[in-house]
């Protein structure tokens, strides 16, 4: 007899799978419509070879769409899909950059789920360039509490829903330089921080809050191609401001700053180089803090394992795209360091954090130059896994 939570989670894989027939469903509907009548053997086969080989013209918009799966032990077994869409403006290469815009589901055995949404589109000529991302999550997110030393072990397992919309919509004021506004809205609520357990004391934004931060921002990007830069600059000047006049539970000001630069050093290699600051001045909950470690920078650590009011980091990455003795696969080996503190004056050596390691790259799509990573990241405290479509950064 399968007793409460054998049914709840029986009956969370069925919505699961259901969720992931709903997602791939307008692929498979389009892709048959588009096909000629022939066998299902070879319509399977041609499914197949879409992945795996880049027969399609350069100016035509490409559609990626595979499973993924991962592990850890907050979440147990996380399974989902992705599905990207890359094309040009007006489907014209030569005139007009790469855009992505991607979407992601997941669920968890442990009954976690969550959408993601991410886009980075830019029109034709680039007169605009909109640039954001969309989460919708009920996961847990481990604190380890504020500051430069917090201890990694035990930490508190928040459960709760989030939910996250950030938008810069910039326009071109010169070649490769834009400006424009930025809206960031922020949801935590129906939390559970710790449970019964939780020995430390509660932080601010513990029982949930939503905030609303409206800002300005400027871009200067001569990038050609955001998935796999092999040449080019990046560089970013923000500052959101979260207020509750307009609706924010908390008021504070984010000033963020980002630096990137490339270099083709011939060969299929190339170097890059990333650094950035964010600074939160004023009363924020603890899920807006400035927060260390994720899938581009700082690979190796949990996101928010380290958090605070000032965080610094800088990393270098070494591509070979591809490989010497290969078409297809490539390889990076990347290196970083940061630190978080409560105020600049309060930034020391020996509270800098290192994140290193190796990854393989596939090239999936030849004629947009775009590459499938997976990346090792190493840390003292151990190692994390990455698969993603695109560069790191």
């Known amino acids: 007899m399968v007793g409460?939570?054998?049914?709840?989670?029986?009956?969370?894989?069925?919505?699961?799978?259901?969720?992931?027939?709903?997602?791939?469903?307008?692929?498979?509907?389009?892709?048959?419509?588009?096909?000629?009548?022939d066998s299902t053997d070879r319509w399977f086969n041609r499914?197949?070879?879409?992945?795996?080989?880049?027969?399609?013209?350069?100016?035509?918009?490409?559609?990626?769409?595979?499973p993924t799966l991962g592990y850890s032990p907050e979440?147990?077994?996380?399974?989902?899909?992705?599905?990207s869409i890359l094309f040009h403006a007006k489907n014209d290469p030569q005139r007009n950059r790469l855009s992505e815009v991607t979407l992601f589901g997941f669920g968890t055995l442990r009954a976690q789920y969550g959408i993601?949404?991410?886009?980075?589109?830019?029109?034709?000529?680039?007169?605009?360039?909109?640039?954001?991302?969309?989460?919708?999550?009920?996961?847990?997110?481990?604190?380890?509490g504020v500051g430069p030393e917090a201890p990694a072990k035990a930490p508190t397992v928040v459960n709760?829903?989030?939910?996250?919309?950030?938008?810069?919509?910039?326009?071109?004021?010169?070649?490769?330089?834009f400006f424009g506004p930025e809206i960031d809205i922020q949801s935590l609520s129906r939390v559970d921080f710790g449970g019964e357990h939780l020995t430390r004391p509660l932080p601010p934004g513990a029982e949930g809050s939503t905030n609303f931060g409206i800002g300005m921002g400027t871009v200067y990007d001569s990038r050609p191609n955001m998935l796999n830069t092999r040449n080019g600059w990046f560089a970013e000047l923000?500052?959101?401001?979260?207020?509750?006049?307009?609706?924010?539970?908390?008021?504070?000001?984010?000033?963020?700053?980002?630096?990137?630069?490339?270099?083709?050093?011939?060969?299929?290699?190339?170097?890059?180089?990333?650094?950035?600051?964010?600074?939160?001045e004023g009363e924020a909950p603890f899920n807006q803090l400035s927060l260390m470690g994720n899938e581009s920078l700082m690979r190796g650590y949990y996101t928010g394992r380290y958090r605070d009011r000032h965080y610094y980091a800088a990393q270098a990455e070494y591509r070979f795209l591809p490989l010497p003795f290969s078409k297809y696969?490539?390889?990076?080996?990347?290196?970083?360091?940061?630190?978080?503190?409560?105020?600049f004056s309060a930034l020391s050596l020996r509270h800098v954090?290192?994140?290193?390691?190796?990854?393989?790259?596939?090239?999936i799509f030849p004629k947009k130059d775009i590459f499938v990573r997976f990346d090792m990241g190493l840390t003292r405290e151990g190692p994390a896994f990455y698969l993603f479509t695109g560069e790191a950064f």
Do not use: C
């Open 238 to 280: 923000s500052w959101l401001h979260y207020d509750r006049a307009w609706g924010s539970d908390y008021g504070f000001n984010l000033y963020f700053a980002e630096v990137r630069r490339y270099k083709n050093m011939g060969r299929g290699q190339v170097l890059a180089l990333q650094a950035l600051g964010s600074i939160v």
């Open 47 to 66: 499914l197949i070879a879409q992945f795996t080989h880049d027969d399609r013209p350069a100016d035509k918009p490409r559609f990626l769409l595979y």
């Open 116 to 144: 993601w949404l991410d886009n980075a589109i830019y029109t034709d000529r680039d007169q605009w360039i909109v640039l954001g991302r969309l989460r919708f999550q009920r996961f847990p997110l481990l604190y380890y």
């Open 160 to 177: 709760g829903t989030y939910f996250l919309m950030r938008q810069r919509a910039f326009h071109r004021l010169a070649p490769n330089w």
């Open 75 to 83: 979440t147990s077994w996380e399974f989902g899909a992705a599905g």
């Open 329 to 343: 696969l490539g390889a990076a080996a990347f290196f970083g360091v940061g630190a978080v503190a409560p105020s």
């Open 353 to 363: 954090r290192w994140a290193g390691g190796v990854g393989l790259r596939y090239l």
């Open 4 to 37: 409460k939570e054998g049914e709840a989670r029986l009956m969370f894989m069925r919505r699961l799978l259901l969720s992931l027939f709903v997602l791939t469903l307008p692929a498979y509907v389009t892709y048959l419509l588009a096909a000629p009548s």
